[in-house]
């Protein structure tokens, strides 16, 4: 069985500044999917970034970017300029393939300091 | 405004009662799924349905059913409710293609068991 891995339970940052959360996964395929969610304190789960296995270019969307080390099994995500409402919990997902269901970490909590 | 609704933000069961956690999604997605979060270990599967009256276990089926008679609904059931099921359950839904996009979820449901 796939298996997430988050080894940071809380991260805190200052606004502003830059800070990279990690992730490593243990799969056995070649064709999956790696997602990077945000729960906010409302609770609503949002798709932060998501990232193709084959693609070896890191995806990025606005201030959020990810290392993916496909040999590594590595996915750590990097938010730049960090604002206070990136303040959430930060979870990351592993999908494999065919297989459309998600795996999940046991999260990150993230604090945004002013 | 793609949705996935839930229908109770908050819920109170007394030990033993029969729960139903009703979950509605308005994008014509072919899976959907039950998660419970609770913290520490992350989000866990439930149960999940790929199609109208396909149901598969997830990681943790125990003390729970699912129904989904209706594409759009998707219901999770404590035959009978136990403390130790007071969480937060995490609907989702996703639509089957030839890339994954991850999941759309609902707000949560936060149930407590006394």
């Known amino acids: ?114 | 405004d793609v949705k996935v609704t839930q229908s109770s933000r908050y819920l109170v069961k007394r030990t033993g009662e029969k729960v139903f956690l009703e979950c509605v999604q308005d994008m014509d997605h072919e899976n959907m799924f039950w998660y419970r979060q609770d913290p520490g270990l992350g989000l866990r599967l439930i149960y999940f349905s790929y199609d109208v009256k396909m149901k598969e276990k997830g990681d943790i089926p125990e003390g729970y059913s699912v129904s989904r008679e209706k594409k759009e609904r998707f219901s999770l059931i404590l035959e009978s409710a136990s403390t130790n099921q007071t969480s937060m359950y995490l609907c989702a839904s996703s639509f089957v293609g030839h890339k994954n996009y991850g999941y759309t979820f609902g707000s949560g449901t936060r149930l407590t068991v006394v």
């Open chain 1, 1 to 114: 069985a796939q298996t997430v891995t988050q080894s940071q339970p809380e991260m805190s940052v200052q606004e502003a500044e830059t800070v990279t959360l990690s992730c490593t996964y243990d799969t056995s395929e070649s064709d999956y999917y790696l997602f990077w969610y945000k729960q906010p304190p409302s609770r609503q789960m949002i798709l932060v970034i998501r990232q193709e296995a084959y693609k070896q270019q890191n995806a990025t969307e606005n201030r959020f970017s990810v290392n993916f080390q496909k040999a590594a099994k590595s996915f750590s995500l990097k938010i730049s300029d960090s604002q206070l409402g990136d303040a959430a919990m930060y979870f990351c997902a592993y999908s494999g393939g065919s297989n459309y269901k998600l795996t999940f970490g046991k999260g990150t909590l993230l604090t945004v300091n002013p």
